[in-house]
């Protein structure tokens, strides 16, 4: 089966950036919309941002501060986030959109802290 891993997380006070990845094995993730998703402490999973072929779709919260892009060459979708905040703390995943079970990768975990 397909796995997708992710990488980039880490501690960033508020304010800060972080770039996630996401990078799958093969390239069958490369012609499906993909979507970034977010854990917080103590609440279900939610997601954040979405990339289809042609566009991009993002949450209210995370309008105008995370970008989701991909690079197909090396099969791989990633998260810019910037302007970080404290809610924004959790273990972020990416997986089809919509989402499938079977494809949750181990996430990585992001902590927005001061």
């Known amino acids: 089966q397909a796995t997708l891993v992710e990488s980039g997380g880490g501690l960033v006070q508020p304010g800060g950036s972080l770039r996630l990845s996401c990078t799958a094995a093969?390239?069958?993730?490369?012609?499906?919309?993909m979507g970034w998703y977010q854990q917080a402490p103590g609440k279900q999973r939610e997601a954040v941002a979405f990339i289809t072929i042609n566009d991009a779709n993002y949450t209210d919260s995370a309008k105008g501060r995370f970008t989701i892009s991909r690079d197909g060459a090396k099969n791989t979708v990633y998260l810019q986030m910037n302007n970080l905040k404290p809610e924004d703390t959790g273990v972020y995943y990416c997986?089809?959109?919509?989402?499938?079970?079977?494809?949750w990768g181990q996430g990585t975990q992001v902590t927005v802290s001061s």
């Open positions: 093969t390239s069958m993730f490369n012609w499906v919309p």
């Open positions: 997986n089809m959109w919509p989402s499938r079970s079977g494809f």
